[in-house]
């Protein structure tokens, strides 16, 4: 039988639920209540009947976007956030109880390190290890251990952790895995052929693509039995026990934490997600012809890209990403080079933090992102004070290299 593509699938998924007065573009619901005629439907809706409340639980407008997700995603359920640390924070804080051990790996996003230090400080014991190495992972465990957390690509090393060998493990182990697929985008990888159990995404970067709105999700793989997870609270067990997860994660994390994604928000991101592919496949080509062009430049050390044959997990990722590697680039300028200095000289690329923007983006990591947590840890994760972390755009491929070369050039001469 003839099944529809990643693109078509999510253009046409609006249709699949209900198209009102016949508009082509699903309609914004902002309404922060639902009135029903009967009060008896009210209350069945409170007890668990499909249907809307308060939209601190959900909108029309939240679930058409969580369904195109979920398609991407090819799992079967998800959850919006209002933003990717907002849906990071509700899994960790939800799932996990004082004295669960999670496992996670140690390239991970900046802000995502702070909140690990957050449940730690919790009472959740969260030990960090070298996740490009699955046996690194399975010497990390415990008998409290709970859940093993990876990034794809990791934000900005962009080291790729075993995400194959992990998955496997977790299954032995009947682990929760979670993988936050935001720099992979599910266009690259889907977390569940990986084995994860919960795949997050941050909405705001590649998913939307255009800076215009924030947002984060959670999809639940289907893989993960819940009837075998200590922490699931009995009024979560209805329905088929795969589900358990996501409905708690939903029920604490949207309805008592509040951490809900706005209509206005997934509305904009569904639109933006419409043209994911397209955007995806440019950001990897541009992304590509640049790290080529870097690495040959006299006047840059090191450029990290999954794409060059350098990178140490170039192997794993062209396996695993269909044979492209993402937007994202490392670059460590040679010595004798100030960061500032070659950042002020760019004047098509603009000096901003984000990623996924249709725009060029760069910024000096150690003095930005990395700032907070020290050299220390910087050295661990491998971020150097001269490394740069570039969001490559889909600007014309010629443009970005001339933009790189002279300000570069202007350096070198200065
Ligand atoms: C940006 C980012 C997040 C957080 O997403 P927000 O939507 O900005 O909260 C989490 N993980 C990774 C890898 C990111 O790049």
Redesign the pocket.
Known sequence: MHQNGFTTGILHSDRSQSVEHGAVHKPMHPSSEFAYEDARELAAVFQGKAGFTYARQGTPTTNALEAKITLMEGGKNSVSFA??????AAVFCTLLRRGDHLVSSQY??G??NSLLGTLADLGVQVTTVDATDAEQVRAALRPETRMVFT?TI??PGTQIADLKGIGDLCRDHGLVYLI?N??TSPWLLQGREMGASLV?N????YIAGHGHA???SITDTGLYDWANYGNIYDSYKKGPSTGWGLTQIKKKGLRDMGGTLAAEPAHRIAIGAETLALRMDRHCANALALARFLEKHPGVARVRYPGLESHPQHARAAGLFKGRFGGLLGVELADGIDCFDFLNRLRIVLMAT??GDTRSLALPAAHTIYYEMGAERRRQMGIADSLIRVSVGIEDEADLLHDFDQALQGCMKA
């Open positions: 933003t990717g640390m907002a849906a990071l991970v996003f802000n995502t990034e990791a934000n936050d935001t720099l997050m941050s909405l705001s970067k924030l947002g984060g984000h990623l």
